[in-house]
């Protein structure tokens, strides 16, 4: 199965579409791993409202979901170039995370809840790949 959604960049749209993800998804992954896939692109999509130039340009931001055997892959695409390509690579450990911090929690959370994260810049636009698999295994 393969979802293909597309958002503005606004905020109040997040919500919306992750909740719609997470009901056409229930039967894809265990709660723990449909939780955490929920976090994780609530995460994602705020960055990429906030920081990333699908605002500035007003292109929508492209989310699919494809679901097999093995897991969930989420792909969240925004328009920007200015995003460093190693924005993931080196991210706080959530033990090392303030939890009344108003920022600065959500590349850790993207991270460490998603089993394997590609991100890349290609054509002036940011691509995060997430995934999550049904069983438990550490491949990040």
Same mark, same amino acid.
């Given at each position: 199965?393969?979802?293909?959604? %597309?958002?503005?960049?606004?905020?109040?749209?997040?919500?919306?579409? *992750? *909740?719609?993800?997470?009901? %056409?998804?229930?039967?894809?992954?265990?709660?723990?791993?449909?939780?955490?896939?929920?976090?994780?692109?609530? =995460?994602?999509?705020?960055?990429? *409202? =906030?920081?990333?130039?699908?605002?500035?340009?007003?292109?929508?931001?492209?989310?699919s979901a494809?679901?097999?055997?093995?897991?969930?892959?989420?792909?969240?695409?925004?328009?920007?170039?200015?995003?460093?390509h190693d924005l993931y690579d080196e991210v706080v450990s959530l033990d090392d995370i303030d939890p009344l911090a108003e920022s600065g929690r959500g590349l850790s959370l993207i991270r460490h809840l998603s089993d394997k994260l590609i991100f890349e810049q290609r054509d002036g636009r940011n691509r995060l790949e997430l995934q999550f698999l049904r069983a438990e295994t550490e491949c990040r």
């Open positions: 199965m393969t979802i293909v959604l %597309e958002m503005p960049p606004v905020l109040g749209e997040i919500d919306p579409l *992750v *909740v719609s993800l997470k009901r %056409e998804l229930a039967d894809s992954l265990p709660e723990e791993k449909l939780s955490a896939l929920e976090i994780a692109i609530a =995460e994602a999509l705020t960055n990429a *409202v =906030e920081h990333g130039a699908s605002a500035s340009v007003s292109q929508p931001i492209a989310v494809s679901s097999t055997d093995l897991g969930v892959t989420i792909e969240i695409i925004d328009a920007g170039d200015q995003v460093p």
